[in-house]
């Protein structure tokens, strides 16, 4: 198996991590593997944010706590606070679709979640671990203003990463089988 399998085979997300974060050499690396993403019409219909340091990750949680109604509990605001402050870094995907005739905007989101998924296999190769999350935070219109996300923009995901402080269990996978056909049977 080539080096590039082994990395997929043994790949997980990675919940407990703590500092150092990626540093900028291996950050630039990593977007650069990013975007080798596939791109239908050359469109690069992707952009990150980087967050990082305590009052970042901190104003990030301030702003994932402002999406409650006035009448949650003082528990869930700060359930939302501490997210970021999981790991010493949150990088945003996000998606820039752009009108193109022959390039509909799910193949441009299609484009950016690879281009974030290899930012994630370029991190972890390089030794730090990571976890993609998206939920109702990602789809939030105010996370997205507040991030300053234009109109014709979309978060795909937040990539928590860091270094593994202490790894999980491994996720048992389906085999092939499972999830394969041949067509026409």
Known sequence: ?????????????????????????????????????????????????????????????????STCDDDAPEKAREKLRQNPLRAPMVIVGITSHQAHPKVPEVEQTMSAAVGMGYLLLALEAAGFGGMWRTGSLAYNPGIAKGLGLADHEMIIGFLYTGSVSSTKPGVPRPDPDEFVRRWPQ
């Open 1 to 65: 198996m080539t080096a590039v399998i082994d990395a997929l085979l043994n790949r997980s997300s990675e919940p407990r991590l703590t500092a150092p974060a990626p540093d900028s050499e291996t950050l630039d690396k990593a977007f650069a593997c990013a975007a080798r993403a596939p791109d239908h019409a050359l469109l690069r219909p992707w952009r990150y944010l980087v967050i990082e340091g305590e009052e970042a990750l901190t104003a990030l949680g301030e702003l994932f706590a």
